[in-house]
């Protein structure tokens, strides 16, 4: 069975940070990544990487202060987020596209609190 299970989140002051994690099993997907979902709003996508390293991020509202990382050997992947702000307040899930579907973690809330 595939499945995507993150953690980490939480509440957090303005200017904290927070490490979330997203442990695959069942499968070792190509990209994994990120979105998020702030109240009344789209998902939006945060950021992904390949299994070689190669990383994309959705906006500059992050780039600089989140960062992707992947673990191969544990079929994890990691974001690391610095510098929070209350519009990084969301719930965050975890994603991979797989052959036939897209996985989806079962979300993670994330609270900045100013």
């Known amino acids: 069975q595939v499945q995507l299970v993150e953690s980490g989140g939480g509440l957090v002051q303005v200017g904290g940070s927070l490490r979330l994690s997203c442990a695959a099993s069942g499968t070792i997907f190509s990209i994994m990544g990120w979105y998020r979902q702030a109240p009344g709003k789209q998902r939006e996508l945060v950021a992904t990487?390949?299994?070689?390293?190669?990383?994309?991020y959705a906006d500059s509202s992050v780039k600089g202060r989140f960062t992707i990382s992947r673990d191969n050997a544990k079929n994890t992947a990691y974001l690391q987020m610095n510098s929070l702000k209350p519009e990084d307040t969301a719930v965050y899930f975890c994603y991979a596209p797989g052959l036939t579907r897209t996985y989806w973690g079962q979300g993670t809330q994330v609270t900045v609190s100013s």
């Open positions: 990487m390949d299994r070689g390293g190669n990383t994309n």
